[in-house]
């Protein structure tokens, strides 16, 4: 669907980067899950990270700074996939998952913060390939933002946890998870071995 042997940077796709489900959606997720249906040779391995523990590593001032942001996310990819081979991929325009979210234009305005309902606690939502920039900032601004969330998260190994798939029992494990704290990443198998594009996961 994402045509990764043209890619020039193989690793560079959405699911190989730090990001939140379906950020794009006027209604994103509350609650995701993933369930593996093939075993790669080799990597394949799902990292998550706490946006809780991400918002926590700011400062009150900061935090009060966030707060008052929002963004807006594009699911760009999908929307290039449509267009370069419609015959075989098309963005579904009938409600997906909630009545708010129809159409094929994949964009959303969203709070850089958001808060967990029942908790209270907050996370940085705004953080992956969907986030195209900071509304309330310049261009400079943004990309500076952005950046540094991602390189917290990058650097920050005391607040990821890693999956491994072990073995053929793991097919069919179901992983549920709470969209709006957590970030996921997907390991590639070594580079070059195509068994790994697409990968061999899905989410309900």
């Not at 986030?131 to 943004?142: A, V």
């Amino acid at each position: 669907m994402f045509a990764h042997d043209r890619q020039p940077n193989r690793r560079s796709y959405d699911s190989a980067q730090w990001h939140s489900d379906i950020q794009f959606e006027p209604a994103p997720a509350d609650y995701t899950s993933l369930r593996l249906t093939q075993l790669p040779k080799t990597g394949g391995d799902t990292l998550w990270a706490s946006g809780y523990e991400l918002y926590d590593r700011f400062s009150k001032k900061y935090q009060e700074f966030f707060e008052g942001l929002t963004a807006t996310f594009v699911g760009d990819g999908f929307i290039k996939a449509a267009e370069r081979n419609p015959k075989d991929y098309k963005i579904y325009t009938q409600p997906r998952g909630s009545p708010l979210n129809v159409g094929d234009e994949l964009v959303a305005v969203h709070p850089v913060v958001r808060t967990n309902p029942v908790t209270g606690w907050k996370s940085i939502f705004a953080l992956g390939p969907f986030p195209k920039y900071i509304n309330e900032l310049n261009e400079i601004e943004s990309e500076e933002l952005l950046k540094k969330f991602k390189s917290i998260i990058i650097e920050g190994h005391d607040l990821q946890v890693r999956f491994k798939w072990r073995n053929e029992h793991d097919i069919g494990m179901l992983l549920a998870f709470v969209v709006l704290l957590i970030l996921g990443l997907t390991l590639d198998s070594h580079l070059g071995q195509p068994e790994c594009f697409p990968h061999c996961h899905f989410r309900l």
